[in-house]
């Protein structure tokens, strides 16, 4: 028995969450529903039943989105649920420590390590071997593809580092940079920090930090997410604010406190902002914006609108941009299908769901899409891609940092 699951119990199975849950919606399966899938996990924890294929698909085919946490009106704590969930379950499978195992330990653990396979990243696109692997069918041969298909082009940017602002406030913002950002979002991280720097405040570099550890804890993996998490207490232990612009990073930096029980952990969760909540909060009018007239419309990542729940931010940011136009993409309520790499390990499902999303952009005069979790925009970027659809797919601040005034 796993105490974590008792919660359970509070389930009242009043199936209000049902049309709440993209799976559910999709397949219709009680079993592919939050009341179906925690009536699993309680038959698991009591022993009636076992983990076997059937009840483990049912349990890693959800999306661990939480819309049905957010609307339960018995307050069911879903998303630890599911996360105990993964862990009995992970429990039961053996452990091999294999060569891309260790390699995606390194990954998120160590900058250098990042930063390194950025550069391989960028001699594979530049040199050709990009092109000339793809035609080769190689990747396919090695199961590659559709994570290769995902990878962005890594495009140079204008975005410079703030040099025209001098730090004028006390406190020390350090930018919370995440692994799967710092290897494909350097714009959003540049403008992330130009922002920062153009209200007033010196932007920390908290070099010993790592990924949140939020890939392991949703697949079952607690003591490397414990681990993950303990260095990044360490890390930003000196800042006054901790700000983050990956929305999913930002939901699992506010639960350290339900995984590491201390003053440290609360500190951490208390001084954290998404990026564009701490740029409202401290905004001021003397920075200037340069008129944008485009059709942007905003996806809300479900990190932002279920966890952290301000998913009204990013909005609000835009439309400080005169002349920009700025809408809600229709079905915001309903994840995108990306979830982590979800999107990797259940490419049916995610890819149903960005269908949805494609038919909305398709159906409104858009020509921008703008997105605060890099998972999203990797998984979104890519559906536009494969309908030949010459729609960028942005974070919110890269927007407005571009139309900073007096940067370029
Ligand atoms: S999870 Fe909440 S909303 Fe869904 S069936 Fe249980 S009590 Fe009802
Ligand atoms: S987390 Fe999302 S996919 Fe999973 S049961 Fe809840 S609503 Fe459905």
Redesign the pocket.
């Known amino acids: 028995m796993d105490k974590a699951l008792d919660a359970t119990d509070r ?7 049902l049309p709440h849950c993209p799976t559910y919606m999709k397949t219709g399966n009680e079993a592919e529903s ?2 179906g899938r ?1 009536a699993l996990m309680q038959a698991l924890n009591n022993g009636q039943l076992g983990p076997d294929e059937n009840l483990t698909g049912h349990i890693e085919s959800c999306l661990q989105c939480r819309a ?1 946490e957010a609307m ?3 307050l ?1 704590p ?1 998303g630890e649920l599911i996360d105990a969930a993964h862990a009995l379950l992970q429990s039961n499978n053996k452990q091999h420590l294999r060569l891309a195992e260790l390699f995606r330990r390194a990954f998120l653990k160590h900058r250098v390590v990042r930063q390194l396979s950025g550069l391989l990243l960028i001699g594979y696109q530049r040199s050709g071997l990009q092109t000339l692997t793809r035609k080769s069918g190689a990747l396919e041969l090695l199961g590659l593809a559709r994570a290769e298909s995902i990878i962005p082009r890594q495009r140079r940017f204008r975005l410079e580092a703030g040099a025209n602002h001098r730090p004028h406030k006390s406190q020390s913002v350090a930018l919370f940079t995440g692994c799967v950002a710092e290897l494909f979002e350097h714009e959003t991280l540049a403008a992330s920090r130009l922002l920062i720097s153009a209200l007033g405040y010196s932007v920390a570099n908290a070099e010993h930090q790592c990924c949140c550890g939020a890939l392991d804890l949703h697949a079952g993996r607690s003591p490397q997410a414990l681990t993950l998490m303990q260095r990044n207490i360490e890390a930003f232990a000196e800042s006054d604010f901790v700000v983050s612009s990956a929305s999913g990073c930002g939901a699992m930096l506010l639960e350290y406190p339900d995984h590491i029980d201390n003053s440290e952990s609360r500190t951490l969760a208390h001084k954290h902002f998404d990026i564009s909540t701490f740029l409202l909060d401290h905004w001021n009018d003397d920075v200037q914006l340069e008129p944008l007239y485009r059709h942007v419309a905003v996806h809300s990542p479900c990190s932002l609108r279920n966890v952290l729940k301000c998913s009204q931010q990013p909005f609000e940011l835009l439309q400080k941009i005169p002349g920009i136009d700025v809408v809600e993409l229709p079905g915001n309520e309903l994840c995108c299908g990306a979830a982590g790499n979800y999107m990797m390990t259940h490419p049916e499902m995610a890819d149903s769901l960005l269908q949805d999303k494609l038919e909305h952009i398709k159906e409104h005069d858009i020509d921008t899409l703008v997105s605060s979790n890099i998972g999203c925009a990797l998984h979104l970027q890519a559906g536009l891609r494969r309908e030949g659809l010459d729609i960028e797919v942005v974070h919110p601040v890269t927007m407005l940092a571009r139309q900073l005034k007096g940067n370029f």
Not at 11 to 17: E, Q
């Open positions: 389930c009242v199975m009043c199936g209000m969450c939050p009341r925690i049905c339960c009106p018995a069911v879903y």
